[in-house]
């Protein structure tokens, strides 16, 4: 029997018509139902991964929400069944279900099952699975004729089709989402994206480069990748291009110019994009803005290598150029040279102009310096007051000259605010490869001549000489001895007494010695500055406070009672952190009063830091030991330090003292200071008195404390016992 053309037409536009799963089986359950009476269907898919399981689809008709709830597995009748509709390729009838040996018993009586007719779907690819359909009770006992088999096979076929259109909808709709997710991935990234077909011609970007760039797309589309770059034909571009165009994936840093002339970076990955194992279709450009990184990268760079103050190169930035210097002058055998340049007793300006001043002063000369040397030779800000000229190729007697016109740069006096100051400048000159081969040999003689100029008062150019070699080596030798005279027991105190107006001794200043072996007695101004560089000063300068101490007791215990003894801090002792620990180990130790010790401070201590050095002077006043300023009157002396400082006695420089004889200039300056001291409460004390006019001068002027060869030279500690018995101050 024929099927009729309308209910293949209505069954076919049904199907048209549903969509989702459950919707194809109700049409295809009413066309079946309609035409062949079954009250039930149900559609199984075989396991693609396995052949003997078989999954359950869906349901419709009666027990559809039975079965859907708790699906038949496996499907009535069995993988058999189900199998042998795929090989008969036809529908499989059972007439009594209830008889059928394939059919489970325990399913057919709680169903009321009666028929079934398994019909195979097959798709375009092969088999899909079954279709069940199912009669129940009295009325479900029909078996389907020919017509309504051929039936049943068309509505496999039709359910099989609409099935496959709808799992490429499916994947359609999914395609088209993910596409949709992945378009609006690419609009919200963080990163720049640009497309680009084979050729390289852009043909999408999305926003991100267009704020990065500054350009829309109508501007780029259709130009090329390449014209996005700082400058085209650079080798990084030709390389990526190269890999991209090789099928491979590229990774690096590209730079590009905005549409307002800005130089951005990014990390850029290009991606060759192909359709299947066909040629590339496009590129993608995923690019990473890492211009803010290479700004902080150039800026870390440029703090490493740069003086953020004068924007001069820095030491480390001078030496790789005098490196790269010295080896291209030995392969061209021309000379280079090297200049170091200080300004003589600058840090004193700090406390005449404060910081801001010292630092608009610093960047003038930086200024002057800049201005007066060659095309190619680097001025570099080594220190706080210290430059070094790095001169690549010079030829005698250039160096002289150029070290002249640095002097002749730095004669007139620096502006601030208004005001000029006047400023020292000493040049250490070094030439290689006469003065050394080598960047730190070359540094290392220049600094000895520095040396040299600041020895002679500074204000002038020296060129290094083999002298100075040797007093270099000297210096280095003296260095590494000192490091051991402590323990060797060569450092030892000299005593020079202090004394007051009725010509009594009221203690002694303690001086430090250095007894070198065969070379003999070493003045602390030879051996002092290596200590502070080597760092040795502190060890040495705790020493000298203990031994000072304990030689007091030691006097006490001799019937001298009542003697102070004055101790120099040096600049590493003050600004190590344990002074405060080693002067209250001192005076446990040894068991003498606090106010028996005193301090000697010089001013250039105090300008270094003022708050620290406040802090540090007001707990060694609670802790009831003297203070003494040294040397007022050599610097830049301030009044501040008087008021704001809690010294106890001011002491006036012997540079002072040996010129007050005759009617030298300095008498009223002298003068000046022991009337200030007076009116703000402190003791007077006066240096280097060697004669006794001076001391008549001092004491006129009301100077009741003085010190100097007049009454005695230092003397080590038995000769100074012996002075101090010829000379007891009362008790």
Same mark, same amino acid.
């Given at each position: 029997?024929?099927?009729?053309?309308?209910?293949?037409?209505?069954?076919?536009?049904?199907?048209?018509?549903?969509?989702?799963?459950?919707?194809?089986?109700?049409?295809?359950?009413?066309?079946?139902?309609?035409?062949?009476?079954?009250?039930?269907?149900?559609?199984?898919?075989?396991?693609?991964?396995?052949?003997?399981?078989?999954?359950?689809?869906?349901?419709?008709?009666?027990?559809?929400?039975?079965?859907?709830?708790?699906?038949?597995?496996?499907?009535?009748?069995?993988?058999?069944?189900?199998?042998?509709?795929?090989?008969?390729?036809?529908?499989?009838?059972?007439?009594?279900?209830?008889?059928?040996?394939?059919?489970?018993?325990?399913?057919?009586?709680?169903?009321?099952?009666?028929?079934?007719?398994?019909?195979?779907?097959?798709?375009?690819?092969?088999?899909?699975?079954?279709?069940?359909?199912?009669?129940?009770?009295?009325?479900?006992?029909?078996?389907?004729?020919?017509?309504?088999?051929?039936?049943?096979?068309?509505?496999?076929?039709?359910?099989?089709?609409?099935?496959?259109?709808?799992?490429?909808?499916?994947?359609?709709?999914?395609?088209?989402?993910?596409?949709?997710?992945?378009?609006?991935?690419?609009?919200?990234?963080?990163?720049?994206?640009?497309?680009?077909?084979?050729?390289?011609?852009?043909?999408?970007?999305?926003?991100?480069?267009?704020? /990065?760039?500054?350009?829309?797309?109508?501007?780029?589309?259709?130009?090329?990748?390449?014209?996005?770059?700082?400058?085209?034909?650079?080798?990084?571009?030709?390389?990526?291009?190269?890999?991209?165009?090789?099928?491979?994936?590229?990774?690096?840093?590209?730079?590009?110019?905005?549409?307002?002339?800005?130089?951005?970076?990014?990390?850029? /990955?290009?991606?060759?994009?192909?359709?299947?194992?066909?040629?590339?279709?496009?590129?993608?450009?995923?690019?990473?803005?890492?211009?803010?990184?290479?700004?902080?990268?150039?800026?870390?760079?440029?703090?490493?290598?740069?003086?953020?103050?004068?924007?001069?190169?820095?030491?480390?930035?001078?030496?790789?150029?005098?490196?790269?210097?010295?080896?291209?002058?030995?392969?061209?055998?021309?000379?280079?040279?090297?200049?170091?340049?200080?300004?003589?007793?600058?840090?004193?300006?700090?406390?005449?102009?404060?910081?801001?001043?010292?630092?608009?002063?610093?960047?003038?000369?930086?200024?002057?310096?800049?201005?007066?040397?060659?095309?190619?030779?680097?001025?570099?800000?080594?220190?706080?007051?210290?430059?070094?000229?790095?001169?690549?190729?010079?030829?005698?007697?250039?160096?002289?000259?150029?070290?002249?016109?640095?002097?002749?740069?730095?004669?007139?006096?620096?502006?601030?605010?208004?005001? /000029?100051?006047?400023?020292?400048?000493?040049?250490?000159?070094?030439?290689?490869?006469?003065?050394?081969?080598?960047?730190?040999?070359?540094?290392?003689?220049?600094?000895?001549?520095?040396?040299?100029?600041?020895?002679?008062?500074?204000?002038?150019?020296?060129?290094?000489?083999?002298?100075?070699?040797?007093?270099?080596?000297?210096?280095?030798?003296?260095?590494?001895?000192?490091?051991?005279?402590?323990?060797?027991?060569?450092?030892?105190?000299?005593?020079?007494?202090?004394?007051?107006?009725?010509?009594?001794?009221?203690?002694?200043?303690?001086?430090?010695?250095?007894?070198?072996?065969?070379?003999?007695?070493?003045?602390?101004?030879?051996?002092?500055?290596?200590?502070?560089?080597?760092?040795?000063?502190?060890?040495?300068?705790?020493?000298?406070?203990?031994?000072?101490?304990?030689?007091?007791?030691?006097?006490?215990?001799?019937?001298?009672?009542?003697?102070?003894?004055?101790?120099?801090?040096?600049?590493?002792?003050?600004?190590?952190?344990?002074?405060?620990?080693?002067?209250?180990?001192?005076?446990?130790?040894?068991?003498?009063?606090?106010?028996?010790?005193?301090?000697?401070?010089?001013?250039?201590?105090?300008?270094?830091?003022?708050?620290?050095?406040?802090?540090?002077?007001?707990?060694?006043?609670?802790?009831?030991?003297?203070?003494?300023?040294?040397?007022?009157?050599?610097?830049?002396?301030?009044?501040?330090?008087?008021?704001?400082?809690?010294?106890?006695?001011?002491?006036?420089?012997?540079?002072?003292?040996?010129?007050?004889?005759?009617?030298?200039?300095?008498?009223?300056?002298?003068?000046?200071?022991?009337?200030?001291?007076?009116?703000?409460?402190?003791?007077?004390?006066?240096?280097?008195?060697?004669?006794?006019?001076?001391?008549?001068?001092?004491?006129?002027?009301?100077?009741?404390?003085?010190?100097?060869?007049?009454?005695?030279?230092?003397?080590?500690?038995?000769?100074?016992?012996?002075?101090?018995?010829?000379?007891?101050?009362?008790?």
């Amino acid at each position: 029997m024929a099927i009729p053309q309308r209910t293949l037409q209505e069954l076919i536009h049904a199907l048209d018509r549903a969509q989702g799963l459950d919707a194809i089986l109700a049409a295809a359950h009413q066309g079946i139902a309609s035409e062949c009476g079954f009250s039930s269907i149900w559609l199984y898919r075989l396991d693609p991964n396995d052949p003997d399981a078989v999954e359950w689809l869906g349901s419709c008709g009666t027990y559809a929400e039975a079965i859907r709830a708790e699906p038949v597995q496996p499907p009535i009748g069995g993988l058999p069944l189900l199998k042998a509709a795929l090989s008969a390729n036809e529908p499989v009838l059972v007439a009594d279900a209830a008889s059928d040996p394939r059919i489970d018993p325990h399913l057919v009586a709680p169903l009321g099952l009666r028929t079934l007719a398994v019909t195979p779907v097959r798709t375009s690819k092969g088999p899909l699975g079954a279709l069940y359909c199912a009669g129940f009770g009295q009325e479900g006992g029909r078996i389907p004729d020919a017509g309504q088999r051929a039936y049943l096979e068309v509505v496999a076929s039709l359910l099989a089709s609409r099935l496959e259109r709808q799992h490429l909808q499916n994947l359609h709709r999914d395609a088209e989402q993910r596409l949709r997710l992945f378009s609006k991935a690419v609009e919200l990234s963080p990163c720049a994206v640009v497309i680009a077909d084979p050729q390289g011609k852009i043909e999408y970007l999305n926003p991100r480069f267009e704020m /990065t760039s500054g350009y829309s797309p109508d501007e780029l589309r259709g130009q090329s990748l390449e014209a996005l770059q700082t400058q085209p034909g650079e080798g990084d571009f030709q390389t990526m291009w190269q890999t991209a165009c090789a099928g491979e994936d590229w990774r690096g840093e590209l730079s590009g110019r905005t549409k307002g002339g800005g130089l951005y970076w990014g990390h850029t /990955t290009v991606a060759p994009i192909r359709e299947g194992d066909g040629p590339i279709s496009h590129f993608v450009v995923v690019q990473e803005d890492v211009t803010q990184r290479k700004d902080l990268e150039r800026q870390i760079l440029r703090h490493a290598q740069y003086d953020p103050l004068t924007q001069l190169p820095n030491r480390n930035l001078a030496l790789d150029r005098l490196t790269q210097a010295l080896e291209l002058g030995h392969r061209e055998w021309h000379g280079t040279a090297v200049m170091v340049v200080d300004l003589d007793r600058f840090r004193r300006m700090l406390d005449v102009v404060g910081h801001t001043g010292c630092d608009a002063l610093i960047v003038q000369v930086a200024q002057r310096l800049s201005a007066v040397v060659r095309e190619g030779d680097t001025v570099a800000r080594t220190g706080g007051d210290a430059f070094m000229v790095v001169c690549p190729v010079i030829e005698h007697p250039a160096p002289e000259h150029l070290a002249q016109r640095i002097l002749d740069a730095l004669a007139p006096p620096l502006t601030w605010q208004g005001r /000029t100051y006047p400023i020292g400048v000493s040049v250490g000159v070094a030439v290689a490869p006469e003065h050394g081969r080598d960047a730190e040999s070359l540094i290392r003689n220049a600094g000895a001549a520095l040396r040299r100029v600041k020895q002679r008062g500074g204000r002038e150019f020296h060129l290094f000489d083999a002298t100075l070699d040797q007093e270099t080596l000297e210096r280095i030798g003296l260095g590494e001895r000192l490091r051991f005279a402590l323990e060797r027991g060569e450092i030892a105190l000299h005593y020079q007494p202090v004394i007051d107006a009725a010509g009594r001794c009221v203690g002694a200043e303690a001086l430090m010695r250095w007894n070198y072996g065969a070379s003999g007695l070493t003045m602390p101004d030879r051996f002092i500055p290596l200590a502070e560089e080597s760092g040795l000063i502190v060890p040495l300068g705790a020493w000298a406070l203990m031994e000072a101490c304990q030689q007091v007791r030691r006097w006490q215990e001799g019937g001298g009672t009542g003697l102070r003894v004055a101790v120099n801090i040096s600049g590493g002792q003050f600004a190590s952190e344990d002074l405060i620990e080693v002067v209250e180990q001192a005076l446990a130790h040894s068991g003498i009063a606090p106010d028996q010790l005193e301090l000697e401070i010089t001013e250039s201590l105090l300008i270094q830091d003022d708050v620290r050095a406040k802090n540090m002077l007001d707990t060694l006043k609670k802790m009831g030991v003297r203070l003494s300023l040294d040397d007022f009157g050599t610097g830049f002396s301030s009044l501040a330090y008087l008021s704001h400082y809690p010294f106890d006695v001011l002491k006036i420089d012997r540079s002072f003292t040996a010129q007050l004889e005759g009617d030298n200039p300095n008498r009223p300056l002298v003068a000046a200071i022991v009337a200030m001291g007076q009116a703000l409460g402190l003791e007077v004390h006066a240096e280097g008195v060697e004669t006794a006019p001076q001391r008549d001068w001092l004491l006129g002027k009301g100077c009741w404390f003085l010190q100097g060869v007049l009454y005695s030279q230092p003397l080590q500690e038995e000769p100074f016992g012996a002075w101090l018995a010829a000379h007891r101050t009362p008790s």
